[in-house]
Nanobody, 129 residues
């Protein structure tokens, strides 16, 4: 099993940048697809970005070109670099992991919350305009 702990959230002015990190415990990190989701006040949790076992990335349209997800399999970490932040990006950000999967998976699988079985506790990101 994998456990996830996020860090790096905080307050930033619109147009600024933040980097979120997610540290994973367990020996099967390399076999899992990883993602970031977010939940704004009063809204449903939504997909932000994912990175597959071979390192392919996939982004929600709202963050494409501004956010970058990466993973370091040697350190069992996944990161989310967020640039040009907007007030709409204010949310609690969650790191998530799928079960051990096939090497290639579809974009629809990666964007679906039900695909993920392990979640972190979340880290707050607040963007002030």
């Amino acid at each position: 099993q994998v456990q996830l702990v996020e860090s790096g959230g905080g307050w930033v002015q619109a147009g600024g940048s933040l980097r979120l990190s997610c540290a994973a415990s367990g020996r099967t990190f390399n076999d899992r697809n990883m993602a970031w989701f977010r939940q704004a006040p009063g809204k449903e949790r939504e997909f932000v970005a994912s990175i597959t076992r071979p390192g392919n990335t996939y982004y929600a349209d709202a963050v494409k070109g501004r956010f970058a997800i990466s993973r370091d399999n040697a350190k069992n970490t996944v990161s989310l670099r967020m640039d040009n932040l907007k007030s709409d990006d204010t949310a609690v950000y969650y790191c998530a992991a799928t079960p051990r999967t096939a090497y290639f998976v579809s974009d629809s699988y990666l964007a679906a919350q039900d695909s993920y079985v392990t979640w972190g506790q979340g880290t707050q990101v607040t963007v002030s305009s």
